[in-house]
């Protein structure tokens, strides 16, 4: 089983910055894609950006592209999303994401259904 703990959500300000992390356990992170998805109030979750199990590949909505980055640190377990130039519209809970590395991520990355662990997720509230 893995295990997946969000952090690092709070209220900023529009303009501002925020790093989320995911620490995960029980299994070989390195074994794992991550993914990040959001759930604002009243919609669907959605996808924010994925990785690939050694970090060189990476993928992001088209929301995120320029203003979010995601990255990993093998070494300490743990998924980053580093949030910049932060939006009223991008307040939501934050969900961190992983499935076994496979082919299939590089096919599937943006699907929730590619994911069968997930965290219980961090709110972000971008407001003035």
């Known amino acids: 089983q893995v295990q997946l703990v969000e952090s690092g959500g709070g209220l900023v300000q529009p303009g501002d910055s925020l790093r989320l992390s995911c620490a995960v356990s029980?299994?070989?992170?390195?074994?794992?894609?991550m993914g990040w998805f959001r759930q604002a109030p009243g919609k669907e979750r959605e996808f924010v950006a994925s990785i690939n199990w050694n970090g060189d590949n990476t993928y992001y909505a088209v929301s995120a592209k320029g203003r979010f980055t995601i990255s990993r640190d093998n070494a300490k377990n743990t998924v980053y999303l580093q949030m910049n130039s932060l939006k009223p519209e991008d307040t939501a809970v934050y969900y961190c994401?992983?499935?076994?590395?496979?082919?299939?991520?590089?096919?599937?990355?943006?699907?929730?259904?590619?994911?069968?662990?997930w965290g219980q997720g961090t709110q972000v509230t971008v407001s003035s």
């Open positions: 029980g299994r070989t992170f390195s074994d794992y894609a």
């Open positions: 994401a992983a499935e076994r590395q496979s082919p299939l991520f590089y096919y599937n990355y943006g699907r929730q259904s590619s994911y069968r662990y």
